[in-house]
């Protein structure tokens, strides 16, 4: 693991020197645009609409447009920013974990204690353990101001970043009423019930990309044509008789279904 930003996390007068490393990683199979008629790769060029040259990423600013006009906004005044060198994060609040709403959860990072000693890491992981909260922390990264909240994972301390309030959208549409019966009610508790056990994160696999990496691989070995068919069997068919699905039936079936695969 490399480190992407290096500082330390100050709470009063206690500062811990950290590394912070990215906590996940993408397993999407990188694919990359072709012309279709000769395999050709697709390149984007950086290409100026006034003089029609192409630009270096070196001279190029940043503009905002309000719709009326534009301002360009160089780059030395970016990196002049006050919080584009702050190395500092910083602790706000320690507020009850189930006050963070999931909606606003975002990228997480691993903090690994720098320098020679690790006392006072210990000490922030040992105090967000006995409080049974998390930290409010805002900090800077990539020149960005950014809000996140510290906990414990394991031994670890993790920084998980949060978004903005003003980030999240309110829902712009209507739910129409309906009447859900007692009986409705209890058969889906007991699909519920039914369905009920500890998360196994390993359980779940990403099938669209393991029948993507199967294609890929079929195609390196066999060339570019391939029997689809014969690699990952038939399609199943939909049902598209559009009938109304009767929603107590469902669940019953459902239910049902559910115990036996337990049982088997």
Known sequence: MRAIWSGEV?????SVPVKLYSATTSHDVTLHQVHDADGGRIRYQRRCEVCDEVIDYKNI???????EKSVIITKDELSELPADESKEIAVEQFVPAEQIDSMVLDKSYYLQPAGKSAKAYVLLRRTLRDAERVAVVTFTLRSKTRLGVLRVRDDVIVLQGLRWADELREPDFDIPSSRVSAKERQMAESLVEAYSEDFDPERFTDEYQQQ???LIEEKLESGEEIDTEATFGEPEDEDDS????????????SVDARRKRRAA
Request: proline share 0%.
């Open 61 to 67: 600013d940043r503009a905002y447009d309000d719709g």
């Open 212 to 214: 993507l990496q199967t």
């Open 242 to 253: 559009g009938d109304v699905v009767d929603l107590m039936e469902a669940l019953k079936k």
């Open 10 to 14: 100050s709470f009063g007068l206690v």
